[in-house]
């Protein structure tokens, strides 16, 4: 018989034990996670690697890698177990009445009206669907995509950002805009040349951050950074507590609280174009039902 069709005798156990230790990076570290003995891991492991006919894993260094052929089953697998998980949810949640359920990341910088218009209409249109809305970064997000966690995502579009197997649809652009404490807002760019900014850590916020770095060249701005921090909220905040201003696109606006003021600033017309992204592998008429909520930017 074909070995690429012989019967196999793994479940959905093997599938998470080769996850856990690749996390991990080690049988040990994966054992004290998953909370069971080492040697019931590397038995499962063992037993994958010989029904499948290559080795999952590099044992050889001081951590444990995936081998070339490894880091396929396990992209593979890792999509397999949330498929399944996500399959348990729905049924649940059919049993109770719902019609489908979707999960969707967003970029802090994606919060936008045209966001919560489209759901209004879409579930106008197709009544009985869950929506559930998680913000994230945009790495997670395409990780989260990737592995079947979530199934689109809203992020900003910008050459840095995408992975194999990821397809963007840009839904909207927003000029970019200072934020200010209420009252305080620049008129010019020449007036933002000795202004302190207050930014998203550059490794957070990796695209927003190479964007903003193009857009201030563009009129010779050279922003001085004096804080930084992971999350929106904690930007804003210390925006309020005028430590500093920062960028955000303008189709923010109405989620600012009523201390800030967001506002173009004449000689800045940069914009942040945002695009909705999901798996092509996961792709499903209820996600293009969806999709088709937000029309293609022209």
Avoid at 88 to 101: D, F, K, L, T, V
Avoid at 201 to 230: H, I, T
Wanted: aromatic letters at 6%; glycine letters at 6%; a neutral charge.
């Amino acid at each position: 018989m074909n070995d690429s069709i012989k019967p196999t005798r793994l479940d959905l156990r093997h599938l998470r034990y080769a996850l856990a230790v690749a996390d991990a990076s080690g049988f040990r570290a994966a054992a004290e996670t998953l909370n069971i003995a080492q040697p019931a891991i590397s038995k499962a492991v063992k037993d994958t690697e010989t029904d499948l006919g290559f080795r999952i894993f590099d044992r050889s260094g001081p951590r444990v890698v995936p081998t070339p052929e490894g880091a396929v089953f396990l992209e593979d697998a890792r999509q397999t177990v949330a498929q399944f998980e996500r399959t348990i949810r729905a049924s649940r949640r059919n049993a109770a009445g719902a019609r489908g359920h979707i999960i969707v990341g967003y970029s802090a910088l994606a919060t936008s009206r045209q966001i919560s218009e489209a759901l209004d209409a879409f579930h106008r249109s197709v009544p009985g669907v869950q929506v559930e809305m998680h913000v994230m970064s945009t790495d997670n997000m395409l990780k989260n995509l990737k592995s079947g966690q979530i199934d689109l995502g809203f992020l900003l579009s910008h050459p840095t950002v995408g992975a194999p197997g990821i397809d963007q649809m840009p839904v909207w652009r927003s000029r970019i805009g200072v934020v200010a404490p209420a009252g305080e807002m620049p008129s010019e760019v020449k007036d933002l040349e000795s202004t302190p900014f207050v930014m998203g850590l550059r490794e957070n916020w990796r695209s927003w951050r190479a964007l903003l770095d193009s857009a201030c060249d563009q009129v010779n701005l050279a922003p001085v950074v004096v804080d930084e921090a992971w999350d929106v909220q904690v930007i804003l905040q210390r925006v309020a507590e005028r430590r500093g201003m920062t960028f955000f696109p303008m189709s923010m606006a109405d989620s600012l609280p009523a201390a800030l003021t967001l506002a173009p600033v004449a000689g800045l017309d940069a914009e942040a174009t945002i695009s909705m992204a999901w798996s092509l592998k996961a792709d499903t008429g209820l996600l293009r039902q969806f999709r088709n909520h937000f029309p293609p930017l022209g």
